[in-house]
């Protein structure tokens, strides 16, 4: 539910009762991933999705339901072709959804409305929410902050909520959504209670070096991914804020010294458009090195071919080296700094999910997958 965090925060800042419907589970080809939500409220409005489409209107109902009369249920929706109007997925997935009453009266509401504003603020937390178990269970919250402290509860007994805020800790330490399995007693025997761990955290960086006029459409890019986008260049001239209004931050700074006093951590996207040994060759070298989520640089096949001598020349290893995404980009055809742009940006985000790249037409893999170990994205610039 913290993907539509905003609007939500905004109805319970108004004293708005609503039903949340969130995925909690995914098996095969599914449309939204865990953590995905539609909401309702006591006037009908619905926003947010769990489906793309497929399954919106049955959800709505049974938000609208548990609105009526306070419980919190899970359904399963999967694919049927049976029945051209009956409802399922027309991906062949399967989806687990929980519908939670967010009312006046909900116990629940005090630790959610505070899940929702760390969400809203950027503060780091997470909000393990019971998706599975006994019943009395259901539906129960717990809301975990940066450092380890907690508050609300899962209805069991203090080393139950120990527990889950530990493991919700981790998860939130990675940045990550996901399910975990805990017993009533808050050991980690198999069964008992399953809880959802949605992770609020600050937007991944994104740092652009080389205030070239490539930059531009690649911070508009960045921006719409998510990002927290910051432009350096060691140059006063280009890096300036008219250039670059859309950027969260324009640094003037030899690109290499930035990069070693600023924070980064492993969703960092690294970006290095300026194609010149002065600023790349240090820059990478210190890049290279870092636990990043992807390091690419814009360049021809010349450029690339001298600038990897030269990071060899600079003690960097094979290894290292390997880690390097150049020329970056997709094989689109590119040719405008928007088209450019577009071909960077699709090359970072299948690199985060594991995509190949290529065309999904003729293709056999799922669309719909978890990012596998090191896969490398074709590139053919």
């Avoid at 999967?78 to 009312?103: N, Q, W």
Wanted: charged share 25%; glycine share 12%; net charge negative.
């Amino acid at each position: 539910m913290l993907d539509i965090a905003g609007e939500l925060h905004r109805w319970m800042a108004e004293g708005r009762e609503f039903a949340v419907g969130t995925v909690v589970s995914v098996g095969g080809s599914a449309p939204r991933g865990p953590g995905a939500a539609l909401a309702v409220d006591s006037e009908g409005t619905a926003i947010g999705s769990v489906s793309g489409g497929c399954v919106e209107g049955a959800v709505y109902e049974l938000c609208a339901q548990a609105l009526q009369d306070g419980k919190t249920v899970r359904e399963q929706f999967g694919y049927s072709d049976e029945d051209a109007f009956a409802v399922g997925l027309t991906c062949g997935g399967v989806i687990d959804i929980m519908v939670t009453p967010v009312r006046a009266d909900s116990p629940e509401r005090t630790v959610l409305e505070a899940a929702l504003s760390a969400a809203v603020s950027g503060a780091g937390a997470a909000l393990a929410r019971v998706v599975s178990g006994p019943d009395g269970f259901l539906g129960r919250a717990l809301l975990v902050r940066a450092g380890g402290a907690h508050e609300g509860g899962l209805g069991g007994t203090p080393e139950l909520d120990r527990t889950a805020a530990a493991e919700a800790s981790a998860l939130l330490d990675a940045g990550r959504t996901g399910t975990v399995t805990l017993s009533e007693d808050g050991t980690h025997c198999p069964g008992g209670l399953t809880l959802l761990v949605e992770s609020s955290v600050e937007p991944p960086r994104m740092i652009v070096f080389g205030a070239v006029d490539f930059a531009a459409a690649l911070v508009r890019a960045g921006k719409f991914l998510g990002h927290h986008v910051t432009v350096c260049d060691a140059r006063p001239v280009f890096a300036t804020r008219a250039r670059f209004p859309e950027a969260d931050e324009v640094v003037v700074d030899w690109p290499h010294r930035y990069l070693r006093s600023t924070p980064t951590d492993g969703r960092t996207v690294l970006c290095v458009l300026t194609h010149e040994a002065r600023f790349d060759v240090p820059l990478l070298t210190e890049a290279l090195r870092m636990p990043t989520a992807f390091v690419g640089a814009m360049g021809s096949r010349r450029t690339h071919e001298d600038r990897t001598r030269r990071l060899r020349e600079a003690g960097l290893s094979d290894r290292e080296l390997d880690r390097l995404r150049s020329p970056i980009g997709l094989d689109l055809g590119a040719r405008t700094p928007e088209e450019t742009a577009l071909s960077i940006a699709a090359e970072i985000v299948a690199a985060r999910r594991g995509g190949t790249g290529l065309p999904l037409t003729g293709g056999a893999e799922p669309i719909h997958r978890e990012p596998g170990p090191e896969r490398r994205v074709v590139s053919r610039l």
